[in-house]
T-cell receptor, first 111, second 115 residues
Framework: EADIYQTPRYLVIGTGKKITLECSQT?????MYWYQQDPGMELHLIHY???????EKGDLSSESTVSRIRTEHFPLTLESARPSHTSQYLC??????????FGPGTRLTVT | AQTVTQSQPEMSVQEAETVTLSCTYD???????LFWYKQPPSRQMILVIR??????QNATENRFSVNFQKAAKSFSLKISDSQLGDAAMYFC????????????FGTGTSLTVIP
């Protein structure tokens, strides 16, 4: 079982608020990823990191930002939440070779 | 960029029967990884099975097996003796060891298991 954690699991927040979604893993993986996924739909890569102090934007344009100060921690921040940000956010990590392991996800609703 | 295609948005299978989910991909690389992931409704995405391109033998994990056809760039998932707990979205994924170790996912197949 993969050890990757996300908090909060569910979040309902008002428009304009700043939020940070937490993701941490205990597997020592260098590579970490954030995906946005509407229920039952495909995954969209929004950010990824190949190691400490390395972050890149993914394929889906996003108003979020990420940081990677520690190997195990990869938080995602929305400076000003909007209803269009309502979605599920999945964090994942991987080693140099092999699969990605996913966290349980954060389901975000912006009212 | 590599593309992964799952041409079956929805599939259904009778309990205890066998179903095959299809996946094709486009690549010019010779060394890569392929995966199938399962995402039950409102639950965590989990790895079902993996295949390394250099291995000719098809991977098998209990009731799950793949048919890996490298020349045809096809990677189908066979679920035998389907169970109600197999109902989920299934995603095919490709990992490139060359293009920055990016993962590419298909759009998913929603599997319904009929009791």
């Amino acid at each position: 079982e993969a050890d990757i954690y996300q908090t909060p699991r569910y979040l309902v927040i008002g428009t304009g608020k700043k939020i940070t979604l937490e993701c941490s893993q205990t597997m020592g993986h260098d590579k970490m990823y954030w995906y946005q996924q509407d229920p039952g739909m495909e995954l969209h890569l929004i950010h990824y990191s190949y190691g400490v102090n390395s972050t890149e934007k993914g394929d889906l344009s996003s108003e979020s930002t990420v940081s990677r100060i520690r190997t195990e921690h990869f938080p995602l921040t929305l400076e000003s939440a909007r209803p269009s940000h309502t979605s599920q956010y999945l964090c994942a990590s991987s080693a140099l070779r092999g699969p990605q392991y996913f966290g349980p996800g954060t389901r975000l609703t912006v009212t | 960029a590599q593309t992964v295609t799952q041409s079956q948005p929805e599939m259904s299978v009778q309990e205890a029967e066998t179903v095959t989910l299809s996946c094709t991909y486009d690549t010019s690389e010779s060394d890569y990884y392929l995966f199938w992931y399962k995402q039950p409704p409102s639950r965590q995405m989990i790895l079902v099975i993996r295949q390394e391109a250099y291995k000719q033998q098809n991977a098998t994990e209990n009731r799950f097996s793949v048919n890996f056809q490298k020349a045809a760039k096809s990677f189908s998932l066979k679920i035998s003796d389907s169970q109600l707990g197999d109902a989920a979205m299934y995603f095919c994924a490709y990992r490139s060891p060359l293009t920055g170790n990016q993962f590419y996912f298909g759009t998913g197949t929603s599997l319904t298991v009929i009791p």
